[in-house]
C-alpha cells in the first residue's frame, strides 16, 4: 500500500503511505494506474504519513502530479512539499543542451554501408603498410648501436615466447606426429610398405609440421599475449606518457617483442622437430616392431640436404608475421575494454592466417625452385 | 550534534592491514554514526583508500573486525551482502566507469542489478540522475574514454547515487573539478544528505570541502584514526594535523577561522 485516496467535499485527498524508493516503483505504478481520477478538481497531497520518499520516488510523486494537473485538476499541499520535489524539478527544469542528432538516414544505406567498408578495409590495409615502414625504418635506427637495441628486453621476450612455450610445444609435436605416423602405418600396411612411414614422418614434420605447428601454438600463445599487453597500456595512456617523453613505442615495445620473437620461432621449431622425429621413432619401434638403427637409416636417407633448412627458414617470418600484426592491433586498441578483446582476437585469427597463407607461398615457391 | 543513537552506522575495530612488511594500519578504530558527514583524511599513502576497500568487503583484513549497522560484514552471508551492496553507493579514486558502456548505461547497471523497472523508467531515472550531478543530457550516451577527468567524477556519483542508497562512500570526490563545480558538489550533497538524511563517508584532500560538509572527521596519523568534531581536531597537538590544519595553504584559504562552528552548518549556506 502506497497510497490512499479519499473523497472529500471539496475534491480528492491523497494520502503517501509506505516507502516511495525505487525498489518498488512497479508496485506504486501498479496502484496509481487504478485509482480513479474522475475529473476531480481539487487534489490535495499529504507525505505525513510516508515512510521514506527518495529521489526515484519524488521523481514518480513529480511525474504523477504533472499528469493530474494536465488534466487541470488544482493541487494543494495538506503537508509542506517535499524539498525532494524542488530538487527533482530543478534539475529537470535546467533545460540542458539538446541531444544533437545521430546520423542520418540515408535512403542507400546498404550501398553506402558496403562503400564504408570498403573504405574502412582500405584505410586498415594503408595504416597497416603504414606500419610495417614505421617498424622497418626504427629498426634501422635501432642497429646503429648495441643500447637501443635492448639486449635484457628481447632476453625476456625469448624467454617468455619461447623457453616458457617448450613443453606445450613438444607435447602436441610429439601427439601430432603419433596421429600422421599411425593413420600412414595403417594405410601403408595394406602395400607392405611400412617402411615408407619413416619417410612421411621425416620429410612432413621437417618441412611442413614443425615449423607450422609451432607457429601457430605462438600465434596463439604470444600473439594474444603481446596485442593484451600493449592495447592495455594504451588504455591506460601509458603508450601516449612513453611519446610525451620522447620514448618511440615503436622502438620499446614492438621491436624487442619482435626481435624475441624471431629469435625463439626457430629454436622453438627445431625442439618441435626433434621431438616430431622422436615421437616417429617411437612408433615405429612399437608398432611396426622396427629397430632403432633400421629407423634412424631409413630416415637418413629421406632426409635431402635442404629438407631440414626449407622447415626452419619459414620460421623467422612466420615470427615476423606474428609479432607484426599482433603489436599492429594492440596498438590500434582505444577507448575500452571491449576494443582490447576484440583487437586481441583479430590479432590472432589474423596471424594464423597470415602464418598459413606464407607457408602456401613458400611451398609453391619451393615446388617452383624445385628445392 | 548528532544524537548519537544505539547502532553506528559503521563501525571498525582494531583494523589490520598489511601489505608484505609494510603495515598500513595498526589497531585502527572508527566509528561512523547514522546520518552523519564523516571525512577521512590523511597523508597520501596513508591507507585511506584501503580501509574504503577493507569497509567494502574488497579487502581481506590481516585482524580486526568491521561491522555495518551493526552486523558483522564477514557474518553476512552471499545473499545478504548481495542485499546490502543495494544499500551503499561508492565512488572510487579513479571513478572505475564501466569503459565498454555509455554514461547512461553506467548509471543503469546497478539498477538492472538490483530493481525490475521497465526501461522508459530506467531511462528517466538514469537521466534525472546524470542531470542531478551536472552533466548535460547529451553526455549521457558518451563513452567514459570522451568524458573529461572531472566528468568521470560525476558520473561515477551518478553511478553511486543510481539505487539513492542510504549511505554513501565517497574517495576524492572532488579532486579534478574546478572549485564552482566542486562548491557546487559539495552542496548538492549537502542538499541530498539533509534530505534523503544520508550518511556519508568521503575521502577528500579538499579543506573547503570538509568545512564545507564535514560533521566530524578522522585522521589517520600513525596508522591509527584519531577521530573528533573539526574544531576538536584542528586544535589537536600533533604535528601532522597541525600541519595540515593550520599550514600555509590552510591559512591562505582562511580554513582555519572557519573551524570555530562544530555544529557542523556548512559555511555560507
Ligand atoms: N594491493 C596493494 N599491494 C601492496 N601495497 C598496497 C596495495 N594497496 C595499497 N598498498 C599500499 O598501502 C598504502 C596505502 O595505500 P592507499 O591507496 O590506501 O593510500 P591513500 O591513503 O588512499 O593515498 P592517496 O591519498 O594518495 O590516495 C600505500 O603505501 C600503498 O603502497
Ligand atoms: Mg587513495
Not at chain 1, 98 to 126: H, N
Not at chain 1, 340 to 348: D, I, M, Q
Request: hydrophobic residues 50%.
Amino acid at each position: 500500500m502506497y497510497t490512499r485516496i479519499e473523497r472529500s467535499a471539496t475534491g480528492l485527498e491523497l494520502t503517501l503511505t509506505g516507502a516511495w524508493r525505487a525498489v518498488n516503483l512497479p508496485a506504486i505504478d501498479a496502484e496509481l494506474s487504478g485509482i480513479d481520477w474522475d475529473g476531480a478538481t481539487l487534489l490535495s497531497v499529504s507525505t505525513r504519513e510516508a515512510e521514506l520518499l527518495d529521489l526515484s520516488g519524488a521523481w514518480r510523486l513529480r511525474k504523477l502530479l504533472q499528469q493530474v494537473a494536465a488534466a487541470g485538476t488544482r493541487i494543494e499541499w495538506r503537508t509542506p512539499e517535499p524539498e525532494l520535489l524542488h530538487l527533482v524539478e530543478k534539475t529537470l527544469a535546467e533545460g540542458g543542451p539538446p541531444v544533437p542528432p545521430t546520423s542520418s538516414e540515408s535512403f542507400f544505406q546498404p550501398i553506402s554501408a558496403l562503400g564504408q567498408r570498403v573504405m574502412v578495409r582500405v584505410e586498415d590495409a594503408k595504416s597497416g603498410l603504414d606500419f610495417i615502414g614505421r617498424v622497418a625504418a626504427m629498426s634501422g635506427a635501432v642497429l646503429t648501436s648495441w643500447r637501443r637495441l635492448r639486449p635484457i628486453s628481447v632476453a625476456r621476450h625469448v624467454y617468455d615466447t619461447g623457453i616458457t612455450a617448450i613443453p606445450i610445444v613438444a607435447l602436441i609435436a610429439f601427439l601430432i606426429t603419433i596421429i600422421i605416423a599411425y593413420i600412414s602405418a595403417e594405410e601403408l600396411r595394406q602395400f607392405g610398405a611400412e617402411i615408407y612411414v619413416v619417410d612421411t614422418v621425416t620429410i612432413g614434420v621437417l618441412r611442413e609440421l614443425g615449423v607450422l605447428l609451432t607457429a601457430i601454438i605462438v600465434a596463439g600463445r604470444s600473439g594474444s599475449a603481446f596485442a593484451a599487453e600493449i592495447g592495455a597500456m594504451k588504455l591506460n595512456e601509458e603508450v601516449d606518457a612513453l611519446r610525451a617523453s620522447g620514448v618511440n613505442p615503436i622502438e620499446v615495445l614492438v621491436l624487442p617483442r619482435l626481435s624475441g620473437l624471431v629469435i625463439a620461432l626457430p629454436l622453438l621449431t627445431v625442439v618441435a622437430d626433434a621431438i616430431g622425429l622422436a615421437a616417429g621413432a617411437v612408433l615405429c619401434k612399437f608398432l611396426l616392431d622396427m629397430s632403432l638403427i633400421q629407423y634412424l637409416t631409413e630416415m637418413k636417407s629421406a632426409i635431402g640436404p635442404t629438407t631440414f633448412w626449407v622447415g626452419v627458414i619459414k620460421a623467422p617470418v612466420f615470427a615476423l608475421l606474428i609479432a607484426l600484426s599482433a603489436c599492429y592491433r594492440g596498438l590500434q586498441v582505444r577507448d575500452s575494454s571491449r576494443e582490447l578483446g576484440r583487437l586481441t582476437t583479430v590479432a590472432v585469427v589474423q596471424s594464423i592466417f597470415l602464418v598459413i597463407l606464407a607457408d602456401a607461398i613458400f611451398a609453391v615457391a619451393f615446388w617452383q625452385l624445385d628445392i | 550534534m548528532m544524537a548519537t543513537v544505539a547502532t553506528p552506522a559503521i563501525e571498525v575495530r582494531g583494523l589490520v592491514n598489511r601489505f608484505g612488511r609494510q603495515v598500513v594500519h595498526d589497531g585502527l578504530d572508527m566509528t561512523v554514526q547514522t546520518g552523519e558527514v564523516f571525512g577521512i583524511v590523511g597523508g597520501s599513502g596513508s591507507g585511506k583508500s584501503v580501509l574504503l576497500r577493507t569497509i567494502l568487503g574488497l579487502h581481506q583484513p590481516q585482524a580486526g573486525e568491521v561491522r555495518l549497522e551493526g552486523r558483522k560484514l564477514t557474518g553476512l552471508s552471499e545473499q545478504e551482502l548481495h542485499g546490502y551492496k543495494a544499500r551503499y553507493g561508492v565512488t572510487f579514486q579513479h571513478g572505475a566507469l564501466f569503459s565498454s558502456l555509455t554514461v547512461i548505461q553506467n548509471v543503469q547497471l546497478p539498477m538492472l542489478e538490483h530493481l525490475s523497472l521497465d526501461a522508459a523508467t530506467r531511462d528517466a531515472l538514469a537521466l534525472l540522475k546524470i542531470r542531478l550531478v551536472g552533466l548535460a543530457e547529451s553526455d549521457a550516451h558518451k563513452y567514459p574514454s570522451q568524458l573529461s577527468g572531472g566528468m568521470v567524477k560525476r558520473a561515477a556519483l551518478a553511478r553511486a547515487l543510481a539505487l539513492d542508497p542510504p549511505l554513501l562512500f565517497l574517495d576524492e570526490p572532488t579532486s579534478g573539478l574546478d572549485p564552482i563545480s566542486a562548491a557546487a558538489f559539495d552542496s548538492l550533497l549537502m542538499d541530498l544528505q539533509r534530505q534523503l538524511k544520508l550518511t556519508v563517508v568521503m575521502i577528500t584532500h579538499d579543506l573547503d570541502t570538509i568545512f564545507r560538509t564535514c560533521n566530524r572527521v578522522g585522521v589517520i596519523v600513525d596508522r591509527k584514526m584519531l577521530t573528533d568534531t573539526l574544531a576538536g581536531i584542528s586544535s589537536n597537538p600533533h604535528p601532522w594535523i597541525q600541519a595540515y590544519f593550520h599550514g600555509e595553504r590552510a591559512a591562505r584559504y582562511g580554513a582555519v577561522d572557519h573551524a570555530v562552528p562544530s555544529d557542523g552548518v556548512p559555511r555560507g549556506a
